[in-house]
């Protein structure tokens, strides 16, 4: 079941994002459940972290609707969060709260299903994992929850936001950038690959991760590794 949110102070928006939702997932047959909030401090009190899909108003009642982007990133970053607003000046803001799309109100009866289409097919892509063999032994991981792999000849790690039973096996850098299904993992040097999900921004030579690490961005990397950053973020982050 898509879990989604409907927060704006203005009833008539929330009447036709509601109304919206049912059409297009009646049509495509999928479950789905929605909660709407017309104040943003009710929002803040809801479970953040159980929601797959967030609109959200960029002025809502004494709040600002990128301040509760935030706060939903904080609770759960795998969220997709579609920022609507009556304005374009604060379309270049969504970046800072890497929302997923920016809609301008008069524009939803055209733009939402293209849209939620892009939401599921994104939701599709963090449900990825990265299967690993240990012996006989196969162990799973969500790419998403993957920060990085790290290779120390023979074997390769698994940098990660969960607890793994085991986070080396067998092999090389090459072999695993080749066996990822996704490209959201850059290469920062011969010996790590990391996921851009996770990728604060890279500068100076380093890679700065959400989770507070810094990793050392090799000299005949570092080009193209902030070139595939850019690359990443504008098309899964911020189709428009």
Not at 109 to 117: G, P
Not at 128 to 151: G, H, N, P, Q, T
Request: net charge neutral.
């Amino acid at each position: 079941m898509i879990k989604i949110a409907v927060c704006d102070d203005e009833i008539e928006v929330i009447t036709q994002i509601s109304k919206l939702t049912t059409e297009y997932f009646s049509q495509k047959n999928i479950k789905y459940s929605i909660d709407c909030f017309n104040s943003g401090s009710d929002f803040l009190k809801s479970n953040l972290s159980v929601y797959d899909i967030i609109f959200l108003d960029i002025k809502i009642n004494e709040l600002n609707g990128l301040d509760l982007a935030e706060k939903v990133n904080l609770n759960n970053k795998k969220t997709i969060i579609i920022l609507v607003s009556q304005f374009h000046e604060y379309m270049s803001q969504g970046y800072r709260v890497r929302a997923f799309r920016y809609i301008l109100k008069p524009d939803l009866h055209t733009v939402f299903f293209d849209d939620m289409d892009s939401a599921l097919n994104e939701l599709n892509v963090k449900q990825e994992v990265f299967e690993y063999k240990i012996y006989s032994d196969i162990f799973k991981i969500d790419y998403d929850d993957i920060l990085y792999f790290e290779s120390k000849y023979p074997k390769v790690y698994i940098h990660s936001l969960v607890n793994l039973s085991e986070n080396s096996f067998s092999g090389n850098i090459d072999e695993i950038s080749s066996k990822l299904s996704s490209s959201q993992f850059i290469r920062i040097g011969k010996s790590y690959l990391v996921n851009a999900r996770h990728i604060k921004k890279i500068s100076r030579m380093k890679a700065y991760l959400d989770n507070g690490e810094t990793l050392n961005v090799s000299r005949d990397y570092n080009e193209q590794a902030k070139n595939n950053l850019l690359k990443i973020k504008r098309g899964n982050q911020w189709n428009i």
